[in-house]
Structure formats: structure tokens, C-alpha cells
């Protein structure tokens, strides 16, 4: 039996992931290394290219670089703990590996979807005002609004994960793949009430959040777009937000 405080944290929790499955194991490993590989190489390419070509010093490439970093970041915190259980008999996590986890794996999730919320008000100002639009997004605005967004990611992450040491843990086996909110509460004997309604408000607000400053931002882009007099302008501020709302889809629609 695990138990509150100081005394949990000599603990193990265990990843049944997909021990259900063995004749599965070494097919999803072959799946999802090669993935994870061209996610790795992918971001991290991403982030030197942008960094090393002058004429990508704009702000628009600053904030893709750090939704690169984030994807990075986020696939790394979770993805080589799936591919280790998936090849080694030993699953076992620590308590404070898997709060660890935890912690990160929510802090780039939240910081990711405000930063997206950035990336539109920055398409907003592309589109809509364009002659301002370098005196407009500036490198301190820019570096406070991406600042701003790993700032409030890892204080919502904070709050989360206390919420989870906070509670008494009865079962060491957890079946899932990583330490993951629900996974974790299923197997406290504690009341769980707290960290339920705080998951609830964060996830919602957060989500709430971001999601209207996209939608307002497209939408006066909308407005904006249709008063335009020509068919290539249309096409050409449309082609500037069509990535970055494939990104919008990807990730809020998952």
C-alpha cells in the first residue's frame, strides 16, 4: 500500500500499458520509434533551420520555432517510457518519476494551446494591419507573450500535481502507458474529489480560454479577408493562416 506524503515518494508505481497485448509489443515498437524519430528530427530541424536562415527572423517563425520546441518536449517527456515498457519486462516507475512526468507533460499541453492562441492574434495582426505589423509584434512583445505562456502552462501544471501528492496512493498498478491524470486518481483511495474539480476547472478554462482568442482573431481575419478586392489577395492571406489552423485542428480536435 502506498501512502500520503513523504512516504510515497520511496514508492513505484507500474505501467501495464500494453502487457495485455504481448503479441503486440514488439509490432507498436516498431510503429512508434520510427514516429517518434521523425518527431524528434522534424522539431529539432525546424528550430535550427528558423534560427539559422535570416530571413525567417520574423515573428511568425519565432513562435513556430517554440510550438516545435513544445512538440519536442512533449513527445519526450511521454514517448521513451512507452517504447521502454514495450521491450523490457521491467515497468515500474518511480512516484517521483511519474509525478515528474506528470508535471511536464502538463505544463508544454497547456503552454501548447496558449501559444496557439499567440500564434493567432499574430496572424490577426499579419492580416489585418499589415503595415504595422512589425511595429506591432515586436521581439519584447513577442517574448513576453511566449514567456507569458510557459509561465501560466507550468502554474496550472503546479497546482495539478499538488493535487496529486496531496493524495494517498492503495494501488501500485496503473494501466496505462504513462502517468496520466485519470489513470493516477483511479488508483488513490484518497478523495479525489479536489483534483477532480481542479483537472475540470484548469482543462476548462484553459481550453475556453485560447479556443475564444482564436475564434475572434479569425474571425475579424474573416472580416477582413472578404472586404480584400482581389481574388490573389484572398489566397495569399489565406495561405499565410492555413498551417497554423491545421495545428489549431490537430491539436484541439485530439
Known amino acids: 500500500m502506498m501512502t500520503e506524503g513523504n512516504e510515497s515518494a520511496g514508492a513505484t508505481f507500474v505501467l501495464l500499458g500494453f502487457s495485455e497485448f504481448p503479441h503486440l509489443q514488439a509490432p507498436l515498437f516498431?510503429?512508434?520509434?520510427?514516429?517518434?524519430?521523425?518527431?524528434?528530427?522534424?522539431?529539432?530541424?525546424?528550430?535550427?533551420?528558423?534560427?539559422?536562415?535570416?530571413?525567417?527572423?520574423?515573428?511568425?517563425?519565432?513562435?513556430?520555432?517554440?510550438?516545435s520546441f513544445l512538440d519536442f518536449c512533449y513527445s519526450s517527456?511521454?514517448?521513451?517510457?512507452l517504447l521502454e515498457i514495450l521491450i523490457v519486462k521491467n515497468r515500474?516507475?518511480?512516484f517521483k518519476g511519474c509525478m515528474t512526468q506528470f508535471f511536464f507533460a502538463g505544463t508544454f499541453?497547456?503552454?501548447?494551446?496558449?501559444?496557439?492562441?499567440?500564434?493567432?492574434?499574430?496572424?490577426?495582426?499579419?492580416?489585418?494591419?499589415?503595415l504595422l505589423y512589425t511595429?506591432?509584434?515586436?521581439?519584447?512583445?513577442?517574448a513576453v507573450l511566449v514567456a507569458g505562456t510557459y509561465t501560466w502552462g507550468a502554474l496550472c501544471s503546479m497546482i495539478l500535481t499538488y493535487s496529486l501528492l496531496k493524495l494517498s496512493y492503495c494501488v501500485s498498478t496503473i494501466n496505462h502507458f504513462c502517468c496520466e491524470l485519470s489513470a493516477l486518481l483511479s488508483v488513490s483511495c484518497s478523495d479525489t474529489h479536489f483534483s477532480q474539480m481542479t483537472c475540470l476547472f484548469i482543462c476548462t478554462f484553459s481550453?475556453?480560454?485560447?479556443l475564444l482568442i482564436?475564434?475572434?482573431?479569425?474571425?475579424?481575419?474573416?472580416?477582413?479577408?472578404?472586404?480584400m478586392?482581389?481574388?490573389?489577395?484572398?489566397?495569399?492571406?489565406?495561405?499565410?493562416?492555413?498551417?497554423?489552423?491545421?495545428?489549431?485542428?490537430?491539436?484541439h480536435g485530439t
Open 30 to 67: 516498431l510503429v512508434f520509434m520510427p514516429i517518434y524519430t521523425i518527431t524528434v528530427v522534424g522539431n529539432l530541424g525546424m528550430i535550427v533551420v528558423i534560427n539559422i536562415i535570416p530571413k525567417l527572423q520574423a515573428p511568425m517563425y519565432f513562435f513556430l520555432s517554440h510550438l
Open 77 to 81: 517527456v511521454v514517448t521513451p517510457k
Open 92 to 94: 515500474t516507475i518511480s
Open 109 to 130: 499541453a497547456i503552454t501548447e494551446a496558449y501559444l496557439l492562441a499567440a500564434m493567432a492574434y499574430d496572424r490577426f495582426v499579419a492580416v489585418c494591419n499589415p
Open 135 to 142: 511595429v506591432t509584434m515586436s521581439p519584447k512583445l513577442c
Open 207 to 210: 481550453e475556453v480560454c485560447s
Open 214 to 227: 482564436i475564434l475572434a482573431s479569425y474571425v475579424f481575419i474573416v472580416v477582413t479577408i472578404i472586404k
Open 229 to 251: 478586392p482581389s481574388t490573389g489577395g484572398h489566397r495569399k492571406a489565406f495561405s499565410t493562416c492555413a498551417s497554423h489552423l491545421t495545428a489549431i485542428a490537430i491539436f
